[in-house]
């Protein structure tokens, strides 16, 4: 069973829709990420969430350390927003993981048609 | 801004050859990482490094050896690239007392085995 767990595996919405996108993980964490990777590669972090929400722009990340279940949403999507995103969690040292390692997701990829 | 360079975006290689990809960052980051992405797979880490010449295994290191002879350069070695490491490699970077582990990658390298 995987650590981190993202659904769905690929989503395809129309311009404007409202999405979601979920993550579940198993271990006990120090913090999670959301990652963003275009088509051509490069990765860059959305957002570090350890608690409650965050906003950026039409980007609200929430996380419940209870139920160790995060989601990404996209208000008023745009072909613009078409990537994979990446869940990945810091788990605590005693997990097992290495100091600066991360548990990734397998990722969801999102197309948004206009 | 935390820079993470890859030597590479493209890479064609032949059956047999040894292969060099190198990762360099400008943030004096203690943490390096190497990579592969494969479609319905996600992210894989092959080695990871927490400072010079000290390498550590990561979850796929079979056919990979890295080196770190400087604390802004990790390089990944294929010593005899076969077709199944064709792939997305992609380098990362963190600072060691980052609590979050937040990691900064480079842009990737395609590398195609022939």
């Known amino acids: 069973k995987n650590e981190v767990e993202q659904s769905p595996q690929n989503l395809t919405a129309q311009e404007g829709e409202f999405i979601t996108i979920n993550c579940s993980y198993s271990?006990?964490?120090?913090?999670l990420h959301w990652l963003q990777q275009h088509p051509g590669g490069g990765i860059v972090s959305l957002f570090m969430?350890?608690?409650g929400k965050k906003k950026h722009g039409r980007l609200i990340a929430t996380i419940n350390i209870q139920e160790k279940h995060s989601s990404l949403h996209i208000t008023a999507s745009h072909p613009r927003d078409s990537a994979v995103y990446i869940c990945?969690?810091?788990?605590?040292?005693?997990?097992?993981?290495?100091?600066?390692?991360?548990?990734f997701g397998k990722g969801t990829k999102l197309s948004v048609k206009p | 801004d935390v820079k993470v360079t890859q030597s590479s975006r493209y890479l064609v290689k032949r059956t047999g050859e040894k292969v060099f990809l190198e990762c360099v960052q400008d943030?004096?980051?203690?943490?390096m990482f190497w990579y592969r992405q494969d479609p319905g797979l996600g992210l894989r880490l092959i080695y990871f490094?927490?400072?010079?010449?000290?390498?550590e295994k990561g979850d796929i290191p079979e056919g990979y050896s890295v080196s770190r002879e400087k604390k802004e350069r990790f390089s990944l070695i294929l010593e005899s690239a076969s077709t199944n490491q064709t792939s997305m490699y992609l380098c990362?970077?963190?600072?060691?007392?980052?609590?979050?582990?937040?990691?900064?990658f480079g842009p990737g390298t395609r590398l195609t085995v022939l």
């Open positions: 990362a970077s963190s600072l060691i007392t980052s609590g979050s582990n937040e990691q900064f």
């Open positions: 271990v006990g964490i120090s913090a």
């Open positions: 969430l350890s608690s």
């Open positions: 990945a969690v810091c788990p605590f040292m005693n997990y097992g993981g290495s100091q600066g390692n991360l548990i």
């Open positions: 943030m004096d980051h203690e943490n």
């Open positions: 490094s927490y400072d010079v010449k000290m390498k």
